[in-house]
């Protein structure tokens, strides 16, 4: 069997310290099924994860990465021939998508029967690996965490980025009105063209001021993975009943909120943590990707093509996450 290749974290610090090494393929183990990675999703958390910034700190050597798409290329004794999605048993050849929390940047993995999750052909290997955390995220937020009513106003932070288009497309397929803030005349243009109702620069606007304009009166949910300063000014551009979602602090900055602009107007803040509740909650999360999958099939949801690198730029293609020069999603690719 060909050398599996993995990207290596064994020191913590700069993404440019992770290593590209070639190892042995191990055994397909029993309940076991073995993935040929075509792309992996590039998160933020794994510039984290890299840096020893995220609260679970894995020993060392780890191989970093979330999220991955790509074929089923052998399958373990005890799996079963029931299969486990309702759609039959998995066969060498399937195309699938797996949330493995770290490992997925490498060009193959070795995961339980029970964790993959059969893809549409409507999505690439680029969509399907980008998608948990961006739109399992973003729905998880928009339908369990509140519940986004048709016509409401929904104001996006850092809405050019992977997460932030995600909760632009899933609010908009809820029947939101949307305000895409971002910086720079590029993002917010990219925003439009993914439907954004509205939209506000927030490296020259004051964030607040331009809700309550275009609102007229302020939004019903802000959704903030940006942190910083501009929490703060989420929280005051809701309107009576509003919701500020507390997802991620893209800035580095964690804000303090002062808790009388939570009581006036009967405000509410809510901390969302999809990948917590995905493992406490598996077969939820099951239901809930079943409902993503089913809309992007149905032509509601359109996950963007991410940005692709090839796996062994991982330290690059981090970096250029991290100095915010990515737009959208961005993937490593094996091929
Ligand atoms: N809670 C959850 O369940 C959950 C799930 C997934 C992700 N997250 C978190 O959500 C956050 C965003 O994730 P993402 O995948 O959307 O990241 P991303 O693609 O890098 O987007 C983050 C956005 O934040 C904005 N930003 C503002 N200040 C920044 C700074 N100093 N550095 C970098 N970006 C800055 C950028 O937009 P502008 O340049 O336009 O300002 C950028 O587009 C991360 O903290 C991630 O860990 C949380």
Same mark, same amino acid.
């Given at each position: ?28 183990? /029993? ?19 890299? =840096? ?60 339980? &029967?029970?964790? /993959? ?14 998608? +948990?955390?961006?739109?399992? !995220? ?6 369990? @965490? ?40 590029? @993002?917010? =243009? ?13 490296? !020259?606007?004051?964030? @607040? ?6 609102? +007229? ?13 501009? &929490? ?7 309107? *009576? ?10 800035? +580095?900055?964690?804000?303090?909120? /002062? ?5 006036? =107007? ?18 939820? *999360? ?16 359109? /996950? ?14 981090? =970096? ?16």
């Amino acid at each position: 069997m060909r050398p599996v290749r993995s990207v290596v974290c064994r020191e913590l610090g700069e993404p440019e310290l992770l290593e590209v090494t070639d190892r042995d393929p191990a055994p397909c183990g /029993p309940g076991q099924v073995r993935i040929r990675v075509r792309a992996a999703g590039l998160n933020y958390v794994d510039a984290l994860f890299v =840096r020893g910034g995220y609260q679970i700190q894995p020993p060392l050597p780890f191989v970093p990465g979330s999220e991955l798409a790509g074929e089923i290329t052998e399958i373990g004794s005890e799996v079963g021939s029931a299969g486990n999605d309702g759609d039959g048993a998995w066969q060498v050849g399937d195309r699938v998508l797996a949330s493995i929390g770290l490992g997925a940047f490498a060009d193959e993995v070795l995961v339980p &029967a029970s964790v /993959p999750i059969r893809i549409p052909e409507a999505l690439s290997f680029g969509q399907a690996a980008t998608i +948990g955390q961006s739109y399992a !995220t973003a729905w998880f937020t928009l339908t369990r @965490r509140t519940v986004v009513e048709p016509d409401e106003w929904v104001l996006v932070l850092g809405a050019a980025g992977g997460l932030g288009l995600a909760m632009l497309d899933v609010a908009r397929c809820l029947g939101a009105r949307t305000i895409a803030a971002a910086s720079g005349p590029d @993002r917010l =243009r990219l925003c439009i063209e993914r439907g954004a109702h509205d939209v506000v620069d927030y490296s !020259t606007d004051e964030l @607040r001021l331009r809700v309550r304009e275009i609102t +007229g009166g302020g939004a019903d949910v802000a959704v903030d993975p940006v942190g910083g300063p501009l &929490a703060e000014q989420a929280l005051r551009s809701l309107t *009576n009943g509003g919701r500020l979602m507390v997802l991620g602090f893209a800035s +580095g900055d964690i804000p303090r909120l /002062p808790a009388n602009q939570i009581l006036l =107007r009967n405000r509410s803040v809510l901390g969302v943590d999809w990948g917590a509740w995905a493992m406490a909650h598996p077969e939820d *999360n099951r239901v809930l990707f079943d409902e993503v999958l089913g809309a992007v099939e149905e032509h509601r949801l359109h /996950p963007v093509e991410p940005t692709a690198y090839p796996l062994d730029q991982a330290g690059r293609a981090l =970096r250029d996450l991290l100095e915010r020069r990515v737009v959208g999603k961005a993937c490593l690719t094996t091929d």
